[in-house]
């Protein structure tokens, strides 16, 4: 059991791994050992106070020596749900459990929307995580959407359950299965009625029992049920917390500005009420 | 006039003033050429992300290197004042005024609390700037605080007008004035009926006309009448917009924790959203 589980390496996943380790609270710092894509890909930062005129891939490296220096080991993963657990809170992470006190929510901003009808069959034929859910789908016909070659390896296993998968993808990929077939770039809608029933692509529709968005970050309010969220962006007060006890939420996933500075600076206030929550005895 | 001025020069002030540059708003960056004291002052800053272990002088020297890369100047000086004006704000500086649109304040948090009684005359006797008020003190007698050699300037000023100086001072000064006296380190306590009449230190009370609170740094809600504040923080919302219009707060003045990271991602936020306010045709 941690006290903390920070969920993304962006810029304010980094600043309140760091502040975290300062006050001594015991934490698990979960995402992408490298960090996260958006810091890596930015080409000049101006106006980040400490780093002159710096590109993303050298913010990144600074930052990751910064973790290093401070004993700051990354976990790598991709979270694909928070379930609260009465007083602590599970994270799950493709097949494996995380056991936190509280969580902080540095995911990052939604890069792709929802799109239609997603929201709605969540649970009922949606589904993020080919691991957690795939063996649902035994000898069923499925949809699967994924971004590019790095979720490969998850539509193979779908295609080992699933006697037909549709594979929407923007990126011309290549699978080796032969029930998989690409139809199309991208899902526009979902459709069905108690459950998921088809899947409406630019060409057509297909008539599936359930779909996989295997997509690279996630709405937070369909990471972590009930979250309040308004335009996509966590609803927070001043100390950075959300609607849930012991939930808090720090960086773009928070709203704009899309900025660094200001992730840094919600990270930072994220683990000094982390603190201050687990001192009041909440939480344990 | 400026779109906007910028009052003090820590770490907020910093991030605000390059976020704004990079945002193409013409402002006034106003207070100490070196940066803020507190900055420089600091041992060891572990925590901030991008930053190494620097010291608060190594931090001073990035930070003052990115504001000249930027071509961004700090105007030397101490606001005493802050006053709405309609549409726009006049910040008192002395003798000098600078008008602006809008108001960042980055002023810190307050070192030493106001003493009783303070606030309740302030303008009735109370004063925190010689050079503005001294004048209405010629042939009477007051009572000067001041924290130490920096101010004894003002002190001087102040005895040429009034007949009588009472000094408080921390430190054992030396003032080279026949009718200054130095009767004790504070002043617990000022008096008075519809104005000002004593002052109350550890050894006695002294009765005057007025007294002069030459501090370092003021409450926020003395410098800007009418703002709203919670034991000492001044209240931000989410885009760190304060109870009144067109002004904007960022850092330790806003309330703990007082971190350089929440400072300079407070700073990031009251530049977009002067940006906006300005934008939306407000304060022109």
């Known amino acids: 059991m941690y006290d903390c589980i920070i969920i993304g390496t962006g810029a304010a996943g980094v600043s309140a791994a760091l502040t975290l ?36 891939e050298e913010m990144s490296k600074v930052f990751l020596t910064q973790l290093a220096d ?15 657990m009465g007083d602590s809170f599970s994270v799950m992470c493709g ?17 792709i929307k929802p ?23 035994k000898d069923k016909t499925i949809a699967v959407y994924c971004e590019g070659e790095e979720e490969i390896k998850e539509v193979l296993l779908l295609s080992q359950y699933a006697s037909k998968v549709y594979l929407f993808c923007p990126e011309k990929v290549k699978v080796d299965a032969p029930n998989v077939e690409r139809v199309g770039a991208v899902i526009k809608q979902i459709k069905g009625d108690m459950r998921t029933r088809a899947v409406v692509g630019v060409q057509g529709e297909w008539a599936v ?12 309010d369909t990471l972590v049920y009930g979250l309040k969220t308004e335009d996509g962006a966590i609803v927070t007060d001043k100390n950075q917390g959300t609607n849930l006890a012991g939930v808090f939420a720090a960086g773009d996933c928070t709203g704009r500005p899309f900025q660094y500075a200001k992730a840094v600076g919600e990270g930072n206030v994220c683990a000094y009420s982390v ?4 001192k009041s005895g909440k939480g344990v």
């Open 70 to 84: 401070a004993e700051i080991e990354i976990t790598q993963g991709k979270a694909n749900g928070v379930y609260p």
């Open 95 to 111: 097949q494996v459990t995380y056991e936190g006190r509280t969580i902080i929510l540095a995911t990052g901003v939604e890069t």
């Open 209 to 220: 029992d359930g779909v996989f968005m295997l997509k690279q970050s996630f709405g937070a």
């Open 275 to 278: 603190n201050a929550y687990l």
């Open 115 to 137: 799109v239609k009808g997603e929201t709605e069959f969540l649970g009922r034929g949606v589904s993020y995580c080919a691991v957690c859910d795939g063996f649902l789908y």
């Open 21 to 56: 380790k300062a006050l001594k609270v015991n934490f698990l710092l979960l995402g992408d050992k490298k960090l996260s894509r958006k810091i890596r890909s930015a080409e000049k930062i101006k106006n980040y106070p400490g780093l002159i005129g710096v590109s993303g």
